[in-house]
């Protein structure tokens, strides 16, 4: 089979991103950086045809191309995955893979070209919703006058005029996805305000159309055990390996 594999624009692979989107139904933890110009695409061409497309991006520097995050192909042509992606590495020169574990095309071709592969992340989807509550506890909208020593979260939990905890929604992911993220303070921890805010923070997901996920570090156990409890499911891993060289 001739395939060109040609750097190109976003645009010019957007129908095929939403291919890629729809089939796979996942929060895209790097969705973000084909919006923000943090990636490179390419475009897999056979004949006149385009067949797929792959994305590079910086591994640990935004400017540099050295990952390969993203690679879809039409299912007609699913069965030439290894020589197209082949045929992709030679093109773009990247170091590195990064795979999420529940898109099957890509994980494939890490565990088939990658070495010295790490789990880096614990990726989470809704599982079911819980009704935790903790006697005069408060869940609100962050006030412009609020103290949170450089908290960034834009909802709190409040207790008797102190701030306890702070969380809120990313909403720079694929739609309908919203990643959670929240922080108790130290000196409440191990009180449930985790698991509360979380709780809370999947409610107002939902109450603007997305479905709530989440990911924390796979050495985060506090964090694993707070999500599980919330209502959330392990649904992956997001890995990463150095691409094996041809001797």
């Known amino acids: ?6 750097k190109t624009s976003l645009e010019e692979i957007r129908m095929l991103r939403v291919l890629f989107l729809q089939e796979n139904n996942f929060q895209f933890i ?6 923000y110009g943090w990636a490179d695409t390419y475009v897999f061409v056979v004949g006149e045809v385009k067949i797929g497309y792959g994305a590079v991006w910086g591994q640990s520097k935004r400017e540099d191309r050295d990952a390969v995050f993203e690679f879809y192909i039409l299912p007609d042509f699913r069965k030439h995955a290894t020589f197209v992606f082949s045929k992709f590495l030679e093109t773009c ?3 590195y893979i990064e795979a999420q574990t529940n898109d099957p095309l890509l994980i494939q071709m890490l565990y088939e070209f990658a070495q010295n592969i790490n789990a880096e992340n614990i990726l989470f989807d809704e599982h079911y919703q819980t009704t935790f509550s903790i006697p005069g506890v408060v869940f609100r909208k962050r006030a412009a006058e609020d103290k949170m020593n450089d908290g960034d979260g834009d909802h709190v939990l409040e207790w008797d005029g102190e701030i306890l905890a702070h ?4 909403l720079n992911y694929n739609i309908p996805f ?3 993220y929240m922080h108790v303070k130290e000196p409440f921890r191990g009180m449930g305000l985790g ?14 159309g997305r479905v709530p996920a989440a990911r924390c570090s796979i050495n985060n156990r506090v964090s694993k055990a707070t999500l599980l409890k919330a209502g959330l499911k392990i649904c992956g891993h997001r890995l990463k390996g150095e691409i094996k060289r041809k001797d």
């Open 1 to 6: 089979m001739e395939i060109s594999v040609i």
């Open 30 to 35: 790097c969705n973000k950086c084909h919006d």
């Open 93 to 95: 020169n990247a170091e």
């Open 178 to 180: 919203a990643d959670i």
């Open 167 to 170: 969380g809120g929604l990313m």
């Open 195 to 208: 698991v509360l805010i979380v709780q809370e923070l999947k409610k107002l997901a939902y109450d603007i």
